[in-house]
């Protein structure tokens, strides 16, 4: 199993990123997936999550209206789509793949900063 995320980077506030991550090793397809993030000094949060049919999103308050998640499962990748970054964003990133209570799996996680 891997979820190998990519597209971190520092960026100046107001700016964009796109993030994606690559999974394999699993049916992706019945998984559902979220992006976490942890900052220094804090705990790991959701950030957003969707369906395995990607029919329905969820998003942290703190980023409603300028992240948005999305997956194509032909592609077994889940992206995350920033905008309006601020320096508060600043976190790595993480991605996960859950199926029931058994199966929960993470990548190893991409930094994004969001400073000018």
């Known amino acids: 199993v891997q979820l190998v995320e990519s597209g971190g980077g520092l960026v100046q506030p107001g700016e964009s990123l796109r993030l994606s991550c690559a999974a394999s090793?699993?049916?992706?397809?019945?998984?559902?997936m979220s992006w976490y993030r942890q900052a220094p000094g804090k705990e790991r949060e959701l950030v957003a999550v969707?369906?395995?049919?990607?029919?329905?999103?969820g998003y942290a308050d703190s980023v409603k209206g300028r992240f948005t998640i999305s997956r194509d499962n032909a592609k077994n990748t889940v992206y995350l789509q920033m905008n309006s970054l601020k320096p508060e964003d600043t976190a790595v990133y993480y991605c996960?793949?859950?199926?029931?209570?058994?199966?929960?799996?993470w990548g190893q996680g991409t930094q994004v900063t969001v400073s000018s």
């Open positions: 090793g699993f049916t992706f397809s019945r998984y559902v």
């Open positions: 969707i369906t395995s049919g990607g029919g329905t999103t």
């Open positions: 996960n793949a859950q199926f029931g209570v058994h199966y929960d799996y």
